[in-house]
């Protein structure tokens, strides 16, 4: 014999999965301190960067930034950027590489992937059998 659930329960069990539902599609998120005013998120270990570099293909990369917080480009070597937004990479990378090798630099950073595992879903329900 099975037992049916109560119309209250099942729908609380709907919202709470459609609310992880949501949750997860949105993505991860950041604590509010790794965001900066321009909506920018700061760049943290294991994220994954887009890096381009305006006619020197040979610099454009994806990398994924080390536990210590760097990440290692042709020509540049390693290079902090854990805390920095794309757009202070950018500056930061377009700096270097007028200073060592070109006039002009026309870099572009994407942070591709966040790997912060700052949020979890918890769902918590007694065990429910539909009829």
């Known amino acids: ?3 049916s659930i109560p119309d209250a329960r099942w729908r609380g069990f709907l919202a709470v999965v459609a609310l ?5 599609a949105v993505g991860p998120a950041r604590p509010a301190a790794a965001q900066d005013s321009g909506g920018e998120f700061a760049v943290g270990p294991k994220d994954l960067l887009d890096i381009r570099v305006f006619e020197i293909p040979e610099l454009n990369l994806e990398a994924r930034v080390s536990d210590s917080g760097t990440v290692n480009l042709p020509l540049l070597g390693e290079i ?9 990479i950018r500056e930061r990378l377009e700096t270097t ?4 090798y070109v006039n002009r630099a026309n870099v572009t950073v994407v942070v591709k992937e966040l790997a912060d595992p700052s949020w979890c879903v918890e769902v918590e329900a007694d065990a429910i059998v539909a009829a």
């Open 97 to 100: 590489l007028k200073e060592k």
């Open 20 to 24: 992880a539902c949501a949750i997860a």
């Open 1 to 3: 014999m099975s037992r």
């Open 80 to 88: 902090p950027v854990a805390g920095m937004t794309a757009g202070q």
